[in-house]
């Protein structure tokens, strides 16, 4: 073995030590709490009784066989799938146009970013204000325009409460998607664009030849981390709506809530945190296989 083997083996192994204790705290935070998880699910634990009898899989078959769960889920794909497709849509949207040159254009992404740094807090008291049967702004223009002769019930009525909350998460977190395609928007050499002017190539093939295949594998990727993301929300919708009204907001993160802290089954709500963790377990595992497609892509 020749001496700069020997330093390279002796510079990895420093590295890998190195990085070990980082990765031990990791995996500790992770499995620790997994673990935990795991032993309250498969027992009878109740709020103030964490000495439960062992019950086994009783608690997932609990879940399974209530209508609650499923409602839950149904909810939860509804507010992910919705709140994610309008992101993508609109953020991208906001990205293409917010590359382009004109006046003010800084102020207009300042005002742009503005939601994802308001507080979540800060933003659910602006949007109830402005949703109040009453007194809201939105209901105010509606009427006062002649859309409609009767304020809507955006947070209170069944059939509005997960539309109007998709809305509001729109709008809290689109702009995260707007920073994450202007920032690949603006690593797009220009000379691209001028060569393909030259060879007659109009805005529309400019788009599907140049800029499609750059941002297309940041777009995959974006989408699927506010999946994972939008899937545990638990406080912008629960501070909007409680879950209600009659439950049409209550997704998993909520009902784990409720089952836990309201309801005492502890058990129970372990039961459905491992079954979402292996929800989320698959969008991840599906978030890792673009990563690598996107590295041998590029």
Known sequence: MSEATAIQRGDRTFAYLTLLPSVAL??????????????????????????????????FRAVLANPDF????????????????????????????LHQSFRFRGVVRAVVLASFLMPTVVAVL???YMFD?????????????????KPIQWLTSP?????????????????????????????????????????????????IRIT???????????????????F?????????TGGGPVDATTTLPILIYVKGFQEFDVGGAAAIALIMLAIITVFLAIYL????????RQ
């Open 26 to 59: 990791i995996l500790l935070l992770i499995a620790v709490p997994t673990l935990a998880i795991f032993a309250l699910s498969v027992q009878n634990v109740t709020l103030g009784r964490f000495a439960g009898e062992f019950a086994g899989l009783a608690n």
């Open 232 to 240: 545990h929300k638990f406080d912008l919708i629960y501070l909007l």
């Open 289 to 296: 296989v673009l990563i690598r497609w996107s590295e041998r």
């Open 126 to 128: 602006v949007w109830r």
């Open 70 to 97: 499923y409602s839950a889920l149904t909810n939860t794909f509804i507010w992910v799938f919705g709140n994610v497709g309008f992101e993508m849509l609109i953020g991208t949207g906001l990205a293409l146009l």
């Open 159 to 207: 059939r509005l409460a997960m539309f109007s909350v998709i809305v509001i998460g729109t709008w809290k977190f689109a702009p995260f998607v707007v920073l994450a395609i202007l920032g690949i928007l603006q690593s797009i050499p220009n000379e691209q664009y001028e060569a393909a002017k030259l060879d007659g190539a109009n805005a529309l093939q400019r788009f």
């Open 133 to 149: 049967d009453i007194v809201g702004i939105a209901n105010s223009l509606l009427i006062s325009t002649g859309l409609v002769d």
């Open 212 to 230: 499609l295949p750059y941002i297309l594998p940041v777009f995959i990727l974006t989408a699927l981390l506010r999946t994972i993301w939008s």
